[in-house]
């Protein structure tokens, strides 16, 4: 009787496949490239095409209802994050979605590879003109006439109409961005030295080290006591962490952690070449920042390579969450410096990704993202109508970090206008910010009407220090500004609140923006500056929540009471050190 069941069900399949192929329906499309992209012509039908299918998972609403429900304060599951195979058990597809799919791809004779731990993503590879044949599209050669690559991309793709609820996306298709460096300019400083609390005022002159960070947010310098708590640094592009330089910048600025090093994972053929010259400074700030802010937690630097799956616009950004999402430990903290234009990736796409960080919410990771350096202009400044948002900062599932800089006038903080803020295009407001985005949509009136969309996700979540940031490169210290100091500072940060929950036994924070926005006071409100762009003043920065600092940066005492508050770990309150930094600032 089993065996007649699974024959009925093969030839069922096998129906089912056909009767798809009868008559396909566009999936996605667009009316041109973007500007820059030149088409040199129809690809050679012979090129091969490193293709992935995403299927369409068997339950992504109730993912979300569990990311939530772990990662609200104020419900009863709060911080009892799933395992893997609880993830996986809202993502994998269903059998009718993986069989329907592949049979239809071997009647073509296409071979179709697993490559997620949860399978909802299969990679094919098939000539043009194969590929044409499937996806009735036009795979062109396509060149930028700026940066000279080459691409091979359609402008529209269809599916089997059968198959359309089943599969989410095929890429790489329509997307043309590229992976955007928010690559920090580098300049030269001698005399630099750890400084002590009396001196404190010069942070805002010589440039900030992380003795100013420490006194200007109130972070401990108790070091980390937890092993199982580690902090994972995003590395693209061929960005290289040296470990002689980390170690000259500790001993310099962070005595107390000389010798730590941080660990290596490579995926896509990365490496991490230790010749000096190579030294990256996006990579070498990002680990230097990473180490001493989290004060000697376990920090591991990831290097994903060239030689990527997922096409040349993601530069290994799916690869690198795919990886994490299949090992049974992934970091409980993952910051990246790296984005891209909202505008220029396939919204499918952009879904997709964000529910990847979704499922590493759900088991207790935070993801922290730079929003970028453009102002109201996106990833990079440039001429544009409207404002452009990044790419991930709408999406609601991870956290984006602005940048502030210092005021000697005020003695505080005032918003870097290079911060990258506004409101997706892709993504609706999300609960948890609606009543701050409502509140800052109130304040600024007709304030760039037309020019945003007002019921997108608003970004960036938080804001940290991003002007003046001393770092060491190939021996050498200096100072660099970007939203990519921002984004390491914070993790650090988060990072060592993880510390204090594990030692109490205590879940991790996990998905961190329910929690953010529940406790606005724990962060030091940004009220001065603008980011501008697209030939205008951008966003003004204001009481609450704004799209060009979010919440503010962090008051870390009041930010580790209120997380193991939430925990139900009592907590004696201490002097606030970051009170102490403003008066110092302030003389």
């Not at 993503?121 to 098939?126: E, Q």
């Not at 930028?144 to 890429?171: A, C, F």
Request: charged share 15%; glycine share 10%.
């Amino acid at each position: 009787m089993v065996t007649k069941l699974l024959v009925f069900s093969a030839l069922l399949s096998l129906a089912f496949a056909k009767s798809t192929a009868r008559s396909t329906k566009v999936h996605e499309a667009i009316s041109a490239p973007p500007p820059g992209y030149v088409s040199n012509g129809p690809a050679p039908a012979d090129t091969e095409l490193n293709l992935r299918i995403a299927l369409a998972h068997s339950d992504p609403d109730g993912l979300i209802d569990a990311l939530y429900a772990v990662s609200s304060p104020d419900g009863p599951s709060y911080g009892q994050h799933l395992s893997k195979e609880e993830v996986e058990q809202f993502v994998t597809p269903t059998a009718q979605t993986s069989d329907a799919v592949k049979t239809w791809l071997a009647q073509a004779g296409v071979n179709a590879t697993p490559i997620s731990s949860a399978g909802d993503w299969l990679a094919i590879t098939v000539p043009v003109s194969l590929a044409n044949e499937l996806f009735n599209a036009d795979f062109n050669h396509f060149t930028h006439s700026e940066t000279g690559n080459k691409i091979t991309r359609t402008l529209q793709y269809s599916v089997p109409t059968g198959l359309k609820e089943h599969i989410d996306l095929m890429h790489p298709s329509v997307t043309f961005s590229n992976l955007i460096h928010i690559r920090p300019a580098f300049s030269t400083r001698s005399g630099l030295e750890r400084r002590a609390t009396e001196e404190m005022k010069s942070c805002s002159t010589d440039g900030i080290t992380p003795a100013c960070i420490e006194f200007l947010y109130g972070i401990p310098t108790a070091r980390a006591t937890q092993s199982s708590n580690y902090l994972a640094v995003s590395g693209f592009n061929e960005q290289f962490a040296n470990k002689v330089d980390l170690a000259t910048f500790l001993d310099k600025f962070q005595p107390d952690l000389s010798g730590m090093t941080f660990t290596l994972q490579t995926i896509d053929g990365g490496s991490n070449s230790q010749n000096g010259s190579e030294a990256g400074i996006e990579a070498n700030l990002d680990i230097q920042y990473a180490t001493s802010i989290s004060q000697g937690a376990p920090v591991t630097f990831i290097s994903v390579g060239e030689d990527n799956h997922d096409g040349f616009e993601l530069g290994g950004f799916l690869d690198i969450i795919l990886f994490l999402l299949g090992e049974s430990n992934p970091p409980q903290v993952l910051t990246t410096s790296y984005g891209e234009n909202e505008n220029e990736i396939s919204p499918l796409l952009a879904a997709k990704l964000c529910n990847a960080y979704a499922q590493l919410g759900a088991r207790g990771a935070s993801i922290i993202f730079a929003s970028g350096d453009g102002g109201v202009s996106g990833a990079q400044s440039h001429n544009c109508s409207k404002f452009v948002p990044t790419f991930p900062s709408g999406c609601p599932f991870m956290t984006s970090v602005g940048a502030t800089q210092l005021t000697s006038s005020s003695g505080g903080e005032t918003a870097a206008s290079f911060s990258a803020g506004g409101f997706s295009n892709d993504f609706v407001t999300p609960s948890y910010q609606a009543h701050a985005v409502e509140s800052y949509l109130s304040s600024i009136g007709s304030t760039n009407s037309g020019k945003f969309n007002t019921s997108g996700r608003g970004y960036p979540d938080v804001a940290a220090i991003g002007v003046n940031v001393t770092i060491v490169v190939n021996g050498t210290s200096g100072t660099v500004a970007g939203t990519s100091c921002a984004s390491p500072i914070f993790a650090g940060m988060i990072t060592l609140i993880n510390d204090a929950l594990i030692a109490a036994n205590k879940s991790t924070l996990g998905f961190l923006n329910p929690f953010l926005y529940a406790n606005p006071d724990a962060f030091n409100d940004i009220t001065t500056g603008s980011n501008p762009g697209c030939n205008a003043s951008g966003f003004p920065a204001l009481e609450g929540w704004d799209p060009v600092t979010g919440l503010g940066s962090p008051n870390f005492v009041a930010l580790k009471a209120a997380a193991l508050k939430a925990a139900g770990v009592s907590y004696t309150y201490p002097v606030q050190m970051a009170d102490i930094m403003q008066d110092v600032l302030s003389l």
